[in-house]
């Protein structure tokens, strides 16, 4: 080993200021070393000028560079901290591209004490305050800051301990949201972020599954309270309803009764909100309890990329169908081939390796017998990497040459690098990592035996789903199909199968009502081969034929019109919503070709009577009546057109008021309705005042038309025909309209609508059936109307005064 003094040439001291100040020499020197024994022999050097100032852990060695010492507090493998502060007092751009060129004027070197069993916090506390001293000295310094601790509890002791001893933290793997608090942690930071990252992730695939009930395990204490608040906080706001249950593995009873809760819930997604070494114990007491395995979807959240686990209850090649198929949250950190150079670097540095089993205090027999190779780029790792950078970036670029805990933490909040785990930035508030700058992926696990302890289970991971936080809504990305227990991609019902009543219309009532609808689509169809057959009758002529034919045309598109109203599950959506506005459709083209036939009928006679009482010869076609109709027609095929495009009607399901325990209706009903009531109101009221006119007309024509002889005059049968709908109008439809049950509206619309027929077709064809072979002796004694031409090729209407030939078809 050379000397110190060989390695640090005195120079003068440098003004007082902000810059930074450096010694090339040595710095030269030091860089072509490259370990860490140099920088111990420093601190044990006797013989090396100190320069400290009140506040400030930092030190100056020789007035050449300054020192700084780091803790490393990570219960687990932390050799990502000690390749940190290797890469960093190296200025090696190995992993951080920039850095060699962030630290060209940097003087600043560090040292570092790897602190491991820090099991519970109270062992973390009481290892952080022995090394805190008094009195600090180039050999005993004291640190600028921690890494670590890897769980949210322990990292929170710490942190209050850091606050009050002016000391900076930096947690890979804390993620409570409590810690945000500057209040009680001052210099806290993390370059992870909170479990709300988790919890926002979790919600968003189970939006993406169409899950809306779940259920919570979490672990009873600080970190599993925390958890399962920001947890139930975005299920809410995503409309997912969460069942919490907490449980404490010390105490068998609760334990137990948790896991009843659980089973009596009848939730089967539950989402896991524990330490990984908690699943052997959970799984002891799940699967015996019937929720776990087939049927069920356990995700856990802020799970590592690497689980073991040895169930405790029965042989392990029994339990591996109960774990399989688990989903675990996970941060997406993409491959680093920088940090895996690094590690293969280390895995042939004899010398580092040495050095590294001489600073940690876990068990490295296994490291050392896989030659490392077990050491893994694992999620934790990268971000231990990457808080322990932050730590030597923000110390290298403090504004203070010998700066305070203030000035340091002031520094983490302001540095950015492009770390292992991507661009790593801090919110200025919280001092922990922009969601933003990170992604979550699920992992989907299946277990198998632990080929080094047959005791044990490993898992094997598969990415099935990214999930970026960074729009409003959250984006999922399938990378594969997800499997689940039973070893399938069929997705498992997260609620127990729904008792629901439907309200759908039975078979008898459907016979009955399309029964009702055949007879008279029978019955228009016959009519109108009957007028068709009988069409040179003097009767049949005398009443026009061709607006009879138009009035069995209404009567038949009336009557077809309760078809698509017995439309009903199971049949498909878009049959369901062609029915829908089917209806409207038929009833009102019906409606108004019947109407308009009378009005157009009548209107036709009475021009012809008026005429020949005025002894005025006239030529009445039906072209020449119909307008009208053509007019009151289009009226309605305009508004329904426009009604079908606009706001159409669609089928969906009311729910009435009873609900279930899960807030699932048990009684819903089929009906049609538009997205928007207040046009499909305003189209419908439009169609009723459309179609009004016909029957007002038609009764206004049939009240001028009352004098005449009956074989031209159906007035009187028109007033019943007008009198038996109105009633049939006034008494069905508040039925209709007050009625709910799907049921008893389709035979009250069915039976309105048969009678509305009934009452067009009888009084009008029945009298003239009865009579087709007598003549009516009211035509003998009218002076007017002398003659009834038997000319079938004449197609007009023809009166004259005194008799003269009249021509009515």
Not at 254 to 264: M, S, T, V
Not at 517 to 531: D, R
Not at 589 to 611: D, E
Request: aromatic content about 10%; overall charge neutral; glycine content about 6%.
């Amino acid at each position: 080993m050379r000397r110190i003094s060989e390695l640090s040439q005195p120079r003068a001291a440098a003004p007082n200021s902000n810059k930074k100040r450096s010694s090339e020499f040595g710095r030269r020197r030091i860089r072509s070393l490259g370990n860490f024994t140099y920088f111990d022999d420093i601190r044990n050097s006797s013989s090396a000028k100190v320069e400290m100032r009140q506040g400030s852990a930092v030190q100056r060695v020789n007035d050449s560079f300054r020192m700084a010492h780091l803790l490393s507090m990570i219960a687990t493998v932390d050799l990502a901290s000690l390749l940190a502060v290797q890469h960093f007092n190296d200025r090696s751009g190995v992993v951080v591209a920039d850095l060699p060129e962030r630290l060209r004027d940097c003087d600043l070197y560090l040292t570092v004490e790897l602190v491991n069993r820090i099991g519970t916090p109270k062992i973390g506390v009481s290892k952080l305050l022995e090394r805190l001293p008094s009195n600090p000295t180039l050999a005993n310094p004291r640190p600028i800051g921690i890494v670590g601790a890897g769980n949210s509890v322990t990292s929170k002791a710490l942190a209050i301990i850091g606050g009050v001893n002016n000391l900076v933290q930096c947690s890979p793997s804390a993620t409570s949201p409590d810690l945000d608090d500057r209040s009680t942690h001052p210099y806290f930071t993390r370059p992870t972020p909170t479990n709300l990252g988790s919890a926002r992730a979790a919600v968003e695939y189970y939006k993406f599954l169409g899950v809306t009930h779940v259920a919570s395990l979490h672990v009873g204490d600080v970190y599993g309270q925390e958890f399962e608040k920001v947890f139930i906080e975005q299920a809410e706001k995503a409309g997912i309803d969460v069942f919490s249950v907490s449980f404490d593995l010390h105490d068998e009873q609760h334990a137990e009764d948790a896991f009843r809760q659980l089973k009596n819930s009848g939730r089967r997604y539950i989402f896991g909100m524990f330490y990984e070494d908690n699943l052997g114990r959970i799984s002891d007491l799940a699967a015996p309890a019937g929720i776990m395995g087939k049927n069920y979807f356990w995700m856990l959240g802020e799970a590592s990329d690497d689980i073991n686990l040895k169930p405790s209850d029965g042989d392990v090649k029994s339990r591996l169908k109960d774990v399989n198929g688990m989903g675990r949250v996970v941060l997406h950190i993409p491959a680093s081939e920088r940090f895996n150079a690094a590690l293969d670097s280390f895995r042939q540095d004899k010398e580092l390796q040495e050095y590294y089993i001489s600073k940690t205090e876990i068990n490295t027999t296994r490291l050392v017998k896989a030659n490392f190779t077990n050491v893994l780029a694992t999620d934790f790792a990268l971000f231990n990497y990457d808080a322990a950078m932050a730590i030597c970036l923000a110390a290298s670029e403090a504004d203070q040459e010998f700066f305070s805990a203030s000035d340091l933490y002031e520094s983490i909040l302001r540095t950015k690098f492009n770390g292992v785990t991507g661009q790593v930035e801090f919110d200025n508030t919280t001092g922990t990592r922009y969601l933003s700058n990170v992604r979550y992926k699920i992992f989907n696990s299946f277990s198998y035996p632990d080929p080094e302890d047959g005791a044990g289970i490993i898992f094997r991971s598969t990415e099935s789903a990214i999930i970026d936080l960074t729009p409003a809504g959250g984006q999922v990305e399938i990378v594969a199909p997800f499997r689940y227990a039973d070893n399938t991609t069929s997705q498992p019902i997260f609620l127990p199968l729904q008792l629901e009543n439907e309200n759908l219309i039975p078979p008898w009532a459907l016979g009955i009502g399309l029964g009702f609808s055949g007879i008279m689509i029978i019955m228009s169809i016959a009519w109108a081969i009957w007028t068709y057959v009988n069409r040179g009758q003097r009767v049949v002529r005398a009443s026009q034929p061709c607006f009879l034919l138009m009035l069995c045309i209404g009567t038949f598109l009336v009557a077809s019109s309760i078809v698509p109203t017995s439309f009903q599950e199971p049949m498909n959506d878009l049959t369901l919503n062609i029915g829908c506005m089917m209806f409207p459709w038929l009833a009102c083209l019906g409606f108004v070709t019947a109407f308009s036939a009378l009005f157009t009928k009548n209107r036709r006679i009475n021009k012809i009577y008026r005429s020949a009482r005025a002894c005025q010869r006239v030529t009445i076609k039906p072209r020449h009546v119909i307008k009208p109709f053509i007019v009151f027609f289009a009226l309605n095929v305009t508004i329904l057109t426009t009604w079908t495009v606009i706001a159409p009607r669609k089928w969906k399901r009311v729910a009435t008021a009873g609900v279930d325990e899960y807030g699932r209706s048990t009684e819903t009903y089929g009906t049609c309705g538009s997205d928007n009531d207040t046009l499909a109101k305003l189209f419908g009221s439009l169609l009723a005042i459309a179609n009004a006119f016909p029957v007002f007309f038609s009764a206004y024509e049939s009240f001028r038309g009352r004098n005449l002889p009956t074989e031209f005059n159906e007035s009187r049968y028109l007033f019943a025909s007008m009198t038996s709908l109105l009633e049939t109008l006034l008494i069905g439809l508040p039925i209709i309209f007050i009625a709910v049950k799907p049921t008893a509206i389709f035979l009250v619309r069915a039976g309105v609508l048969c009678l509305a027929c009934l009452a067009i077709l009888f009084p009008l064809f029945i009298p003239k059936w009865l009579r087709r072979s007598r003549p009516d002796p009211e035509t003998r004694r009218l002076p007017m109307i002398s003659k009834i031409s038997s000319t079938a090729e004449e197609k007009q209407l023809t009166s004259v005064s005194h008799a003269p030939k009249d021509d009515i078809n």
